[in-house]
């Protein structure tokens, strides 16, 4: 299925749950049906079900309570009709699209300080990762430093846009917290990988990597909005802060 056509899934799934929320099928309070049985019901695959959630999350309509499912915690009115952002799935699909071409872009005209800059910050994306509240900025730092060193200023902008993105769109921003909930966190050998493509100056194998590592992210969104899988990363995290404490009392 393409692109598309599962982005149309998911708005029509929003909408019919919303339709079904206004019937008054379910209440303040109740339980939505489980994942994978909207899935069966409506037909449709479980990141799709899961996408229109989230959608109905940014509205305030439900709320998503990690280990339990998701609730609702408003009735819509007349006025309420599905607003639907650039959704996070969506965002790094067109992320791979262009940072992938960037990347090759780059390979052939990168300079060797740039290079040093880059080398730099998959280190910095090593240090933010050992921080349990470590924010993404020298991931967001490395792409654009990639998308400058295309030359390329219509490249470089687009490249930032998406980026600003992941901020500015509800839907986007919210998955990507679910997956810093989730323990989700850049993976640095995905960037060497796309680094010595770079250092090569061999645009098909810095294409490659950069894609290979934003299929990876695409999987990883995925991953975060498993509940199993975030409730299982909070007990992880919980019990390695634990021994943490334990060993330093």
């Known amino acids: 299925m393409t692109a598309r056509g599962q982005e149309r899934l998911y708005q029509d799934l929003a909408r019919a749950l919303l339709e079904e929320l206004a019937a008054g099928r379910y209440c303040v309070g109740a339980r939505l049906p489980a994942e994978r049985e909207l899935a069966q019901q409506h037909g449709v695959s479980r990141p799709t079900v899961r996408e229109a959630i989230i959608a109905l999350e940014v509205q305030g309509l439900v709320e998503v309570r990690i280990g339990s499912?998701?609730?609702?915690?408003?009735?819509?009115?007349?006025?309420?009709?599905?607003?639907?952002?650039?959704?996070?799935?969506?965002?790094?699909?067109?992320?791979?699209?262009?940072?992938?071409?960037?990347?090759?872009?780059?390979?052939?005209?990168?300079?060797?300080?740039?290079?040093?800059?880059?080398?730099?910050?998959?280190?910095?994306?090593?240090?933010?990762?050992?921080?349990?509240?470590?924010?993404?900025?020298?991931?967001?730092?490395?792409?654009?430093?990639?998308?400058?060193?295309?030359?390329?200023?219509?490249?470089?902008?687009?490249?930032?846009?998406?980026?600003?993105?992941?901020d500015t769109s509800p839907e986007a921003s919210l998955l990507h917290q679910k997956a810093r909930t989730a323990n989700v966190k850049p993976v640095v050998d995905e960037h060497s990988a796309v680094l010595q493509g770079l250092k090569d100056r061999n645009p098909a194998a810095a294409r490659a990597a950069m894609r290979a590592h934003l299929s990876a992210v695409l999987d990883s969104l995925l991953f975060a909005t498993e509940e199993k899988a975030v409730e299982e990363a909070r007990r992880a995290i919980q019990a390695k802060r634990d021994r943490t404490a334990r060993v330093t009392a």
């Not at 408003?74 to 607003?83: A, H, T």
Request: net charge negative.
């Open 69 to 166: 499912g998701a609730y609702v915690v408003r009735l819509p009115g007349k006025e309420d009709v599905p607003g639907f952002n650039i959704s996070a799935i969506e965002l790094t699909e067109a992320r791979l699209l262009f940072e992938g071409e960037a990347a090759a872009l780059a390979a052939t005209q990168v300079t060797d300080k740039e290079l040093v800059e880059i080398e730099a910050l998959v280190a910095e994306i090593a240090r933010e990762n050992l921080d349990p509240a470590g924010s993404v900025q020298a991931d967001r730092a490395f792409h654009l430093a990639i998308a400058r060193a295309t030359r390329n200023q219509a490249v470089f902008e687009a490249v930032e846009q998406l980026w600003r993105l992941r």
